[in-house]
């Protein structure tokens, strides 16, 4: 090798050996002149000074799942629904069927849904709908006027399918409109009113909407007619909650609002980590009533967060509802990472801020179903706001 | 001219324009990795460079005349020009630090060393040089773990450690630029003309064990710019010990440089930055800095030097108050914790071929040993100086591309003491340098 290239090796050699040599830093030099200090997180744990309940409204239209019934849960309270649906004109014509006669007029119900005694009987009312409605956006605490009555039924909430047959009266006084096929059907007929009777049943049942149809025979020929267009009014009273406890129920719209008051000393500060927990009372809501066995109730366990920006009442999603958050297995919910991090961070170095939170029930279909939390004043289960800071002080 | 004394320079020209254009970036760029925590202080872990020659040499070089390096202690040395150069390399250095309870921090670095170029005008009367170089350097790192974890909540696993690092970032930059003038045989003159810059950053970063926390990472950082100059002169005398000797005196002084700038405190997030309170105005002041140099050539093989340089950075000033919710005072500790600057080095070099362009490649090889004792300007405890020892030495290799050589340098040295609670840094390094010089401008000879 001419010395040429021998010096080239040596030099980087020595350099790559110098450079492999590790790194090993330690708290050596922290004493030395002014000291090195701060730096220090520290976790404070803060009560909400908002935690309750507020009915916002649930927007309950055009669900696969309509409501209807009466319930009375010692704890929740009673709930009353009432449904609401309306069909869309045949898209198969049988032959003959715009001019032959109606001779038998079913609407079929299937049951997917029951809150409450499940084995007692329950008796609903099928009322006319005497005019256009639109279900768009209508919250649960709305009603509508419903028309004449077409007929009472009764079924037990564990039935798969309620076959309701129409009176003869009524064919009589409908059996022309039910024959058009024309796009004037849907200006002349507006479905049904489905509505509890106070005959001792309790129960909240909900229907199946895709399953469900309004079956018209006609001489031979039977049709089935979609429901398109459906909507739940529900109407929520009274209760016995345990005390230092929120309740959140879907379908009535109940929400909780939540808010925080962050201590004016961690102004600047940056934060590390940000959790909310907050508890869910399940004992009492997975509790049998000893008086009635047959008692089903159903819990929630998915939530979505939305935050209220100061200044603005439209809910911003803070938690998507696709993709909620849900109830841990030791019943807690906890809201974490980055999302509520930031947040807070913001906040507190003088950026935007929520004045407060909303969190709401997240079902896929309609339900009356309730979600219990522990309020400030549950001691060790209270909810609380875990903020993981590093002050800037030393 | 052969072919390939043209294509060599045409290399050589290639790699000159090509470092030319990179070195900026590179320098500003300056360096990674962890140092001295004495870097913390005053602006910075001083930064001195003169040429790869003179480093190896104990780092001083003021009187050092030579054709193979241009030395930047002194402008004066500007005038003795005959190729273009230039001049570029990295220093690699590690650190043991330790303290009184004997405990040990190891760090390393790396930096770019200087980009030099320089060109005669005039050869032997007139030169020119630039440069672009380190000038202070904050690059400590200090790391404290937890004792005991933290706990972020109520159940008995909702504990996470965390390590908190004191880290300094960045430091002073130099943009030099001057002449060297031969007034006559024996004495030449020079003068600069310097701007400085550069940003001195103190981080302190908490990071924790679990990944469910973010870092918070604050920064108070100073921006700073100013303008100095330095003057320059060399008195070469021959045949003072013997015939055909050179015996050089150069001095030079730094004036005082007054730099203003900003100080503002971050929250460093990812690769956002939100400023926390208010940005802070002020100024400092470097106090003037004054070189002597000497330097002895018996012959053409042997070169023997010794400097000194002293600065009173005890008239340091500054008026960077601290700011509540903002950034603290600068410099850190204060002025008062600032001491005049004592540097003294020697070194001898041997080249055994002298000036015999023909002699093997081990006898073109230069052979150089130095020393230097330093004073350092900070004195983090009343009454204790925090002083640096370290011998020096290098080997610089001719290559095939005549004019151009291979510098690579080592040091090895010591700093501080663990009395009072300070820390005693064991350092090593080694400098690897590029000197490339060619001669540009040539008389074309008339047929």
Redesign the interface.
Known sequence: MS??RL??V??CG??LA??A??????????????E?T????V?VAITPSTFEGERIGDVTTNSTRILSGTVDDPVIGQVSASGYLDFSRLSTVPPGFPEGTVSRVELRLFPDYAYGDTLRPMRLALHDMPNEWDASDLTSDTSLAAGSLAQEFTLTPADSVVKVLLPNDWITAHGEVLRDTSEAFADRFHGFQIQPVDDGGNAVVGFDVQRSQLRVTVDDDTASFAINETFSSLDRSGGNLPPNRVLLQDGTGIELSLGFTLPDSLR?T????A?I?IRADTTTLNAALPDQPDFVRHTSTSVQILGIPEGDDTPVAITPSSNPLRIDAQARLIF???AP?SIFENEL?GGARFERFRLRLILSENTINPLLFFGPGAG?RAPQL?L???P?NE | MTRSSSASRLIRRLLLMALLCAAPAAVWAQSSGDGTIYSRFGIGELYTFSSPQAQALGGGGLAVRSLNYTGFANPALWSDQVFTRLATGVHLRNISATDAQGTTSRLSSGALNAVQFSFPLYKRQLGVGLAFQPYSRSNYRVVRRSDEPLQFGSEPQDTTHYQINYEGRGGLQQIVGGLGYRVNDALSVGATVEVIFGILEEGRRTAFDSSDFVQANFTDATRLSGVTSTLGTLLTLGDVFATDDAFSIGASVTLPAPLSGKRVRTLDESLDRDTLGTAVEGSVTIPWTARLGLAYKPDNRWTVLLDGSFAPWSNFESDFEGQDGGPGRFPVGGSDILTDRVRTSTGVEFLPAGTNELASFFERTAYRLGAYYEQTYVAPVSGTTINAYAVTGGISLPTLLSGTRIDLNFEVGQRGTTDNNLVRDTFYGLSLNVNIGERWFRERKLR
Do not use: K, Q
Not at chain 1, 21 to 34: K, R, T
């Open positions: 010395p040429y010096s080239a040596l030099a020595l350099l110098l450079l040599a590790c790194e090993d830093p330690a708290s050596v030099g922290a004493g030395v002149g002014e090195l701060g730096g220090e997180p976790t600047n940056p934060v590390n980590r959790e927990r974490g990472g980055e991090r170095l060790e875990l993981t800071v590093t800037l």
